[in-house]
């Protein structure tokens, strides 16, 4: 596994040398005048000169946009799930164990996570771009429809570090040598104006709500390239973070402000949740209404296949999906991840544990709570309605499951058995074993093993033969689907105006997709709110960094995140395996809500000052 990392590494170290490397403080004035293509030889003039090298260096740009389900390289700048509640990492090099442990700070930050310095780079070839596509022999159409392009990646760059770190530079030329560097943070709500324009600009362009040919059929090598859809996709959720406690008068943050005074953080605006709504509905309606967007449901609309099929690499781009992207690897295919989400007695690395917690969330089959609590001493508080129980085995089968596994994990929600792989479950063949000396164990040996005794299987393709190497696809990430605007519109909306018809519609959709009922009538605002969250926490898991973002955006990561985390008793045979089992202790300090700025940054004294608490 460690020859794999290097091997990856090196490859994007190599990949990056073909990119144009100047950045806010560069002081390589080479790199101003050369193409990520033929770097050596070629001039902005000789690019910008040629259509086909245009292109190229347009797409170029899409290369700064992070795999945001690869969980576990720190190169790919996506530690969300494994510094959520969602998942434990059972190696202990990745950036989200630091932030687990709270033994992060800005002077390694960049070593160890640069998202700083990488989205600033995309941003630099953003307006590269956009200053030189005038000067390009392509069709007026073609160039307008590449310019809303790029002024959605950079939007979409911009909005990246936004949700990191608050307030940011808005760099919206490329900087000059002979330029005075002094780039001071812009307000929040000028940040987020910004990043909305970038948006609109994309919307109100030639570029397209899907790609088609003249018979109305999906293009599908224009698979992964910016549409309309996109834009309206991403405009709803800035607006709705935007929206958010974290962002939206926040207490902690009432006196933050530059060197010169300025505050950056304005009053509260509850107005903003309506201004999010509004962004939801025009995409929802806007990408039903052209046909070519819908939820996903399987050919038998079978509730488990609704959800499983969306993220399995055979099935990618399919309706649902708004925006995303091939996630090519050093392999060519998903072999890579397979086998950090595979168990060791596959030829896997058992890498990628949801928490107790985790598992804990998902409903019963009738649509009940099980858990609706914990003690002091971690055990849970059974909601005795639920018929939930933890003590003894499954008798029957069910319709997702084997018979003989434990009460815990029989009859609950589709959801759970379409993203957790947990002992007695079958997968690829055989049924799988995480208590110790078991087939997927811990052994005397073993390095790779589940943390928590559990393995997430969304996106996980059982066709794939890890020891063989057969089977592999090239997977998407995904970065934004319907069900997500769904859910951010019923959010926005509940905010809003209260518990209405139409935010219950929402997400009611949502869970009757997945065979649950709808929700109860006549809740109240507040347990709407708890209701929409926990549907998140359920339907967006381990996609996109939705639960890290959530938490942190409503402000209560410093509960979820700060304390133990727990899950079976992986140390023990399985007589004793089905005990909760503390993991670690993790911790969150208010500060962590956002990334400080790298050191060196605040170093420059380009004006940039640290981030708030850190």
């Not at 200053?131 to 909005?159: C, Q, Y």
């Amino acid at each position: 596994m460690r020859f794999m990392k290097k091997q990856m590494i090196d490859n994007k170290i190599l990949k990056f040398c073909f990119l144009m490397l100047a950045v806010v403080m560069s002081s390589c004035s080479d790199y101003l005048d050369k193409t990520p293509d033929d770097a050596s030889s070629k001039t902005m003039e000789d690019i910008f000169s040629n259509q086909l090298y245009t292109e190229r260096f347009l797409l170029k740009t899409y290369s700064y946009l992070p795999p945001e389900n690869n969980y576990n390289d720190n190169f790919a700048h996506s530690p969300w799930s494994g510094a959520s509640d969602e998942m434990n990492l059972t190696w202990t090099y990745p950036m989200c164990k630091k932030m687990n442990s709270g033994s992060w700070d800005a002077s390694m930050i960049e070593e160890n996570c640069n998202i700083w310095t990488e989205l600033y780079r995309g941003i630099r070839q953003c307006n590269l771009f956009l200053e030189n596509v005038v000067n390009s022999p392509v069709d007026e159409a073609t160039k307008n429809m590449w310019i809303g392009e790029v002024h959605f990646l950079r939007g979409l760059f911009h909005f990246f570090l936004l949700r990191n770190y608050g307030p940011i530079p808005i760099i919206d030329h490329s900087l000059k040598m002979d330029e005075k560097y002094y780039y001071v943070r812009n307000t929040f709500d000028q940040c987020i104006d910004f990043i909305v324009t970038e948006f609109q600009q994309c919307i109100d362009s030639k570029v397209p709500i899907a790609y088609t040919n003249t018979s109305g059929s999906i293009v599908t090598s224009k698979y992964g390239r910016v549409t309309k859809a996109a834009a309206l996709a991403m405009k709803s959720r800035v607006l709705l973070y935007a929206a958010s406690p974290l962002f939206n008068g926040n207490a902690d943050y009432v006196n933050y402000k530059n060197e010169d005074g300025t505050l950056l953080f304005g009053a509260k605006d509850d107005g903003k949740w309506q201004l999010a709504a509004n962004a939801a509905l025009e995409c929802i309606t806007q990408v039903e209404q052209s046909g070519h967007y819908k939820l996903y449901h399987s050919k038998t609309d079978d509730p488990y296949n609704n959800y499983a099929e969306i993220f399995l690499p055979g099935n990618k781009w399919n309706e649902e999906i708004l925006f995303a992207r091939n996630k090519g690897t050093s392999f060519g295919n998903n072999i890579h991840q397979e086998q950090c989400m595979s168990p060791n007695g596959m030829g896997g690395w058992s890498g990628l544990s949801p928490t107790q917690e985790m598992v804990d969330a998902y409903e019963m089959s009738d649509g009940t709570t099980p858990i609706v609590g914990y003690n002091i001493d971690g055990s849970p508080i059974i909601n005795s309605e639920s018929k939930y129980c933890e003590e003894g085995v499954a008798e029957v089968a069910g319709k997702y499951h084997p018979a003989g596994i434990s009460n815990m994990y029989a009859n609950r929600e589709p959801r759970f058995y379409a993203t957790i792989n947990f002992n007695g479950q079958q997968w690829r063949g055989r049924t799988l074993e995480f208590f110790y000396g078991g087939k997927d164990g811990m052994q005397n040996s073993s390095v790779d093993y589940s943390s928590t005794g559990y393995l997430l299987r969304k996106t996980s393709d059982e066709e794939v033969n890890i020891v063989a190497g057969t089977g592999g696809q090239i997977e998407i990430a995904i970065y934004a689907r319907l069900a997500e605007i769904y859910l951010n519109y019923a959010e926005a909306l509940n905010e809003a105006k209260g518990p209405i018809d139409e935010v219950y519609k929402y997400v009611n959709l949502i869970r009757n997709r997945s065979g649950l009922p709808n929700l109860r009538i006549g809740l109240s605002k507040e347990e709407m709110r708890e209701r929409i969250h926990h549907e998140r926490r359920i339907e967006l898991a381990f996609e996109a960094g939705h639960r890290y973002f959530d938490c942190h955006r409503w402000k209560i990561a410093e509960i979820v995140d700060n304390g133990d985390i727990h899950g079976m008793n992986i140390n023990a045979g399985l007589e004793h395996y089905f005990e909760r089992t503390r993991i670690s202790k993790r911790i969150f300090e208010k500060k962590h809500y956002l990334f400080p700025v790298p050191q060196a940054e605040i170093n420059k004294r380009i004006g940039v000052v640290q981030s708030p608490l850190w």
